[in-house]
């Protein structure tokens, strides 16, 4: 069968300031369908819309480089970056699914999958607040998790500001600002979360004492953006290293598609679970 015919000048003036290799790539694919070359076309897509200081980051093709954090793609330029991507690869991008993609490697599975009709690979476990609270040693009204979807290390959670919390009355009068250290809270209850449903680094799901973890330190607190009632907090945060009783992670927190806060090692300690005593024998009769 004949190649499909491609208009490369069009392809190439909707490309524009995209690496040539990207282009090249895009030309190749539109012939052939091949998926070998999304990966090329999607980084050199990302590469054009980002800031130059950190084109070098997506060029190198990490795939733990993470959206928002990293590169500071907000919400608006995702949408860019999405119409462009749809228009090379020729597919429809569901905004659902485009709102659990935090890293390049998570863009590059999704993509990949869009192009050859695969189902979309699984995002993890998803949890309500019903299941969080259930399984939390915090609860309301002081827990700040009302949604959360664990992978692997990873885990992402979200808590509304609804305005109606009783510590805004006095933080400030008349200018509510949600506390930054009880962001630094969420963000902790989320490495929580993490630990007790993880099953990565020798740990399984269920075998921490959800009475016995604590916080230990938090080092490279950053905060960049002041939240208020109706910002929605987005949270990741990620299993770093683990030894019993101590687990390390890393946080961030966006909200509307920009940078909130980052805490670079969050520690938690924390004890497994009693081992069930053996029935005692029963005594002869």
């Not at 998790?145 to 009783?166: C, D, M």
């Not at 979360?193 to 016995?212: F, I």
């Not at 806060?261 to 300690?269: D, G, N, P, R, V």
Request: charged share 25%.
């Amino acid at each position: 069968m004949p190649e499909p015919s491609v208009n490369e000048s069009e392809l190439r003036e909707s490309l524009k300031r995209c690496p040539e290799a990207a282009v090249q790539a895009a030309i190749a694919f539109q012939k052939t369908r091949d998926p070998s070359l999304v990966p090329t076309i999607v980084f050199g897509i990302v590469e054009r819309f980002v800031e130059p200081e950190v084109r070098s980051i997506v060029r190198e093709g990490d795939e733990q480089v993470r959206l928002v954090e990293d590169l500071a793609i907000d919400s608006l330029l995702m949408v860019e970056i999405v119409i462009l991507v749809e228009e090379t690869l020729q597919i429809k991008i569901e905004n659902e699914e485009l709102r659990s993609l935090r890293t390049l490697g998570d863009l590059k599975t999704y993509l990949n999958a869009k192009v050859q009709g695969l189902p979309v690979p699984s995002q993890g476990q998803s949890l309500n607040f019903a299941e969080i609270a259930a399984m939390m040693p915090h609860q309301p009204p002081f827990l700040f998790l009302q949604e959360a979807r664990i992978q692997g290390a990873v885990a992402e959670g979200i808590y509304r500001i609804s305005g109606e919390e009783a510590f805004l009355e006095g933080h400030f009068k008349g200018n509510p600002v949600f506390p930054a250290s009880l962001m630094l809270e969420a963000l902790g209850q989320l490495a929580v979360l993490q630990l007790l449903k993880s099953e990565v680094d020798g740990l399984k799901a269920g075998e921490v004492d959800p009475n016995t973890v604590y916080f230990v330190s938090c080092d490279g607190v950053r905060c960049h953006k002041v939240c208020r009632p109706g910002d929605i907090l987005e949270m990741r945060v990620e299993l770093k290293k683990v030894h019993s009783p101590l687990a390390q992670f890393e946080g961030f927190i966006s909200s509307g598609g920009q940078r909130v806060a980052k805490a670079e090692e969050i520690s938690l300690t924390f004890n497994p679970k009693a081992e069930p005593k053996e029935a005692e024998a029963a005594e002869p009769s």
